[in-house]
């Protein structure tokens, strides 16, 4: 076929679908991969202790961190948003009424995101002081239920009655999420049940096919675009009841959202033109592809295959070296750079996850390198190494976090490139987020599909799991990625069968187990009899390969680590918080230096605490050759992650 005919037959399947939208009546694609429950995997080691920096810190003490915004405002209650509310304190510094009167539902995404993370971070470490805290919160949330099931934070005068911007399914999905976690761990059938009876009012109240729930007259409509991430909820309660009309409820939401008036990426006829970039609030365009993965899952739809495999290409030109995808905190158009363009915190946990649901879908082992690359090296390294803070914004290579990107000072109320536990003058939501992109990361580590146990995000971690009703413990034992060897360690009173698939980490050159074993696909596949107290040895051989930007700079990885060399820094302690001993610090080098790439090669240096790496770059101001060390980014703070070519 011709270029000329080619492009003519997808205009014409483009205009068709504009006109009649997106079939419905197409086979649903079955998930390959479906989530354990969060009580049967557990952290240890470093993972461990992140979890724990995170629940003594903001985390577990965001609500006390910012009582107006969490504890103050009982917006699914008795605060519950009505004609009369004009303005409220929703933490973004503004005396502009009209701006503040739009972003009226932001303390439910606060609120709920906050509670999200706060409870699977409590569950996967078992700590039963914050577990009970979050059981009287829940009954108290189950307690706002309307008799017709409503859930939200609306009075009956404005509940599914807007043509503007709001927050209606927003503040649902945030608040479902939280609780399906806690009915995950819990299994209170009162809470399912609640859930059941929120997603039910909504398909009651916004018929399919019969009404507009992404109606606006203002193209730019956050919290009402934010609502398109429904379809997490109805994805997870299909899942548990098998009940299509969840799953035929995904594709109705899409296609209204695709066939309004919005300024959003993820509206279908975007997507399909290769020619049209991303321009969106980051967190918007990253969350929406789980949407777009969820309606062609549900549907088969041709036409969303080829929409979803357009996204992934476009995300594909702003994804930076960190794994991270850029929006500070729009897109822009812009494409990935490590100095000019960072990303928010908010859009690092949207992507991940994204990931995951693609994972689960397609079982396709390059999204878990991706979501390894991502959380390894842009998620860690946007948070502090040893206090419990993020930036809000971030970039792969950070010379200054002083407020401004890169020490730039021409916008005052810029504030974001900087380490806070709460961030407030820019929005709570960033750190509610932080909160959840380690427990979210764990909670995939495993899954299991009959007799074959796959161990996909790895690190240290253990899983329980029952095979023809004899339990088994597996024990991952390793400070993964730091460490080049993983010891799974069986426990079972009953010898069983089974296949211990583990995927194969990107960069390794060669493998050597103590068993016998099958790689094939991306997966080193282990099928024995297992005895109690077997212990499989993976030792992974990795050499430093060297990549470049779409810039032509170089970058360095040492498996699915990037490494940077670490800037010294001046800190600054700007403000302290009574609660938990947390504070607000920003960071100033000391030295200037830009590096530049001579050809030389990367060298892992022996230690016996750390993981560090040695090599010789060429100053780029005095054009002196010097030695220069590179760690993982993950464990920096002000960094050069990537080097333009020496002349």
Same mark, same amino acid.
């Given at each position: 076929?011709?270029?000329?005919?080619?492009?003519?037959?997808?205009?014409?399947?483009?205009?068709?679908? /504009?006109?009649?939208? %997106? /079939?419905?009546?197409?086979?649903?694609?079955?998930?390959?991969?479906?989530?354990? #429950?969060?009580?049967?995997?557990?952290?240890?080691?470093?993972?461990?202790?992140?979890?724990?920096?995170?629940?003594?810190?903001?985390?577990?003490?965001?609500?006390?961190?910012?009582?107006?915004?969490?504890?103050?405002?009982?917006?699914?209650?008795?605060?519950?948003?009505?004609?009369?509310? *004009?303005?409220?304190?929703?933490?973004?510094?503004?005396?502009?009424?009209?701006?503040?009167?739009?972003?009226?539902?932001?303390?439910?995404?606060?609120?709920?995101?906050?509670?999200?993370?706060?409870?699977?971070?409590?569950?996967?470490?078992?700590?039963?002081?914050?577990?009970?805290?979050?059981?009287?919160?829940?009954?108290?949330?189950?307690?706002?239920?309307?008799?017709?099931?409503?859930?939200?934070?609306?009075?009956?005068?404005?509940?599914?009655?807007?043509?503007?911007?709001?927050?209606?399914?927003?503040?649902?999905?945030?608040?479902?999420?939280?609780?399906?976690?806690?009915?995950?761990?819990?299994?209170?059938?009162?809470?399912? @049940?609640?859930?059941?009876?929120?997603?039910?009012?909504?398909?009651?109240?916004?018929?399919?096919?019969?009404?507009?729930?992404?109606?606006?007259? @203002?193209?730019?409509?956050?919290?009402?675009?934010?609502?398109?991430?429904?379809?997490?909820?109805?994805?997870?309660?299909?899942?548990?009841?098998?009940?299509?009309?969840?799953?035929?409820?995904?594709?109705?939401?899409?296609?209204?959202?695709?066939?309004?008036?919005?300024?959003?990426?993820?509206?279908?006829?975007?997507?399909?033109?290769?020619?049209?970039?991303?321009?969106?609030?980051?967190?918007?365009?990253?969350?929406?592809?789980?949407?777009?993965?969820?309606?062609?899952?549900?549907?088969?739809?041709?036409?969303?295959?080829?929409?979803?495999?357009?996204?992934?290409?476009?995300?594909?030109?702003?994804?930076?070296?960190?794994?991270?995808?850029?929006?500070?905190?729009?897109?822009?158009?812009?494409?990935?750079?490590?100095?000019?363009?960072?990303?928010?915190?908010?859009?690092?946990?949207?992507?991940?996850?994204?990931?995951?649901?693609?994972?689960?879908?397609?079982?396709?082992?390059?999204?878990?390198?991706?979501?390894?690359?991502?959380?390894?090296?842009?998620?860690?390294?946007?948070?502090?190494?040893?206090?419990?803070?993020?930036?809000?914004?971030?970039?792969?290579?950070?010379?200054?976090?002083?407020?401004?990107?890169?020490?730039?000072?021409?916008?005052?109320?810029?504030?974001?490139?900087?380490?806070?536990?709460?961030?407030?003058?820019?929005?709570?939501?960033?750190?509610?987020?932080?909160?959840?992109?380690?427990?979210?990361?764990?909670?995939?580590?495993?899954?299991?599909?009959?007799?074959?146990?796959?161990?996909?995000?790895?690190?240290?971690?253990?899983?329980?799991?029952?095979?023809?009703?004899?339990?088994?413990?597996?024990?991952?034992?390793?400070?993964?990625?730091? /460490?080049?060897?993983?010891?799974?360690?069986?426990?079972?009173?009953? #010898?069983?069968?089974? #296949?211990?698939? %583990?995927?194969?980490?990107?960069?390794?050159?060669?493998?050597?187990?103590?068993?016998?074993?099958?790689?094939?696909?991306?997966?080193?596949?282990?099928?024995? %009899?297992?005895?109690?107290?077997?212990?499989?040895?993976?030792?992974?051989?990795?050499?430093?390969?060297?990549?470049?930007?779409? *810039?032509?700079?170089?970058?360095?990885?040492?498996?699915?680590?990037?490494?940077?060399?670490?800037?010294?820094?001046? *800190?600054?302690?700007?403000?302290?918080?009574?609660?938990?001993?947390?504070?607000?610090?920003?960071?100033?080098?000391?030295?200037?230096?830009?590096?530049?790439?001579?050809?030389?090669?990367?060298?892992?240096?022996?230690?016996?605490?750390?993981?560090?790496?040695?090599?010789?770059?060429?100053?780029?101001?005095?054009?002196? %050759?010097?030695?220069?060390?590179?760690?993982?980014?993950?464990?920096?703070?002000?960094?050069?992650?990537?080097?333009?070519?020496?002349?």
């Amino acid at each position: 076929m011709s270029t000329r005919i080619f492009k003519y037959s997808l205009y014409l399947f483009m205009f068709f679908i /504009s006109i009649n939208g %997106i /079939s419905q009546s197409s086979k649903p694609i079955p998930e390959l991969q479906k989530k354990l #429950s969060i009580n049967q995997i557990a952290p240890k080691g470093w993972l461990k202790e992140k979890l724990r920096q995170n629940l003594n810190g903001f985390t577990g003490h965001l609500d006390e961190l910012e009582p107006t915004l969490i504890q103050d405002d009982d917006i699914y209650g008795k605060d519950r948003l009505s004609k009369k509310v *004009q303005h409220k304190n929703v933490g973004a510094m503004s005396d502009a009424v009209e701006f503040q009167s739009q972003f009226l539902w932001w303390n439910s995404e606060t609120q709920s995101n906050w509670f999200d993370g706060y409870i699977r971070t409590a569950v996967l470490l078992h700590d039963s002081i914050h577990l009970k805290k979050i059981s009287t919160k829940i009954n108290y949330l189950l307690s706002t239920q309307d008799a017709d099931g409503y859930l939200g934070i609306y009075d009956k005068e404005l509940r599914y009655n807007f043509n503007d911007e709001n927050g209606e399914l927003w503040s649902k999905t945030t608040l479902c999420r939280a609780l399906l976690a806690w009915y995950d761990y819990s299994k209170d059938n009162r809470v399912l @049940n609640a859930v059941l009876r929120c997603a039910d009012n909504v398909i009651t109240n916004y018929p399919i096919n019969a009404s507009h729930p992404f109606a606006t007259k @203002n193209p730019y409509a956050g919290g009402l675009t934010h609502g398109l991430a429904f379809t997490d909820v109805l994805e997870q309660l299909y899942v548990i009841t098998k009940d299509h009309k969840y799953l035929d409820y995904i594709p109705f939401l899409y296609n209204d959202f695709s066939k309004q008036n919005l300024n959003e990426d993820a509206q279908q006829f975007k997507l399909m033109k290769a020619s049209v970039p991303l321009m969106g609030h980051s967190v918007h365009t990253y969350e929406h592809l789980r949407t777009v993965a969820a309606a062609y899952q549900a549907t088969g739809d041709a036409s969303l295959k080829l929409t979803l495999d357009g996204f992934l290409q476009k995300i594909n030109q702003v994804t930076t070296a960190s794994g991270a995808a850029i929006g500070d905190e729009f897109i822009g158009g812009r494409k990935a750079d490590a100095t000019n363009a960072g990303y928010e915190y908010c859009s690092l946990l949207e992507l991940m996850d994204a990931y995951i649901s693609l994972y689960k879908k397609t079982n396709d082992p390059n999204y878990a390198n991706k979501i390894e690359k991502l959380f390894f090296n842009a998620a860690l390294g946007a948070s502090h190494p040893t206090e419990s803070s993020i930036c809000y914004l971030k970039t792969d290579n950070s010379y200054a976090l002083e407020g401004g990107k890169n020490g730039d000072q021409s916008d005052k109320n810029q504030t974001r490139y900087r380490y806070s536990p709460v961030h407030k003058e820019a929005a709570v939501c960033c750190v509610p987020n932080a909160g959840k992109i380690v427990a979210s990361y764990v909670e995939n580590m495993w899954f299991q599909n009959g007799n074959n146990v796959l161990a996909l995000l790895l690190g240290p971690s253990e899983l329980k799991f029952n095979l023809k009703g004899n339990p088994i413990t597996i024990k991952e034992i390793t400070s993964y990625p730091y /460490s080049n060897k993983i010891s799974f360690k069986i426990t079972n009173k009953k #010898s069983e069968r089974f #296949s211990l698939i %583990i995927k194969k980490p990107e960069g390794v050159e060669k493998l050597i187990l103590n068993m016998p074993y099958e790689e094939k696909g991306g997966y080193i596949q282990v099928n024995r %009899i297992w005895k109690n107290d077997d212990e499989l040895i993976v030792q992974m051989d990795m050499i430093v390969q060297s990549h470049h930007t779409a *810039q032509g700079e170089q970058y360095f990885m040492y498996g699915p680590l990037v490494l940077a060399h670490p800037i010294d820094a001046k *800190q600054q302690i700007t403000k302290n918080y009574s609660v938990a001993g947390l504070k607000e610090m920003t960071y100033t080098a000391f030295d200037k230096s830009i590096y530049l790439y001579t050809g030389m090669p990367v060298t892992k240096m022996e230690s016996l605490n750390d993981i560090r790496f040695s090599t010789t770059m060429k100053e780029s101001t005095t054009g002196k %050759i010097v030695p220069l060390e590179l760690i993982p980014m993950g464990k920096t703070i002000l960094r050069q992650t990537t080097f333009k070519k020496a002349d």
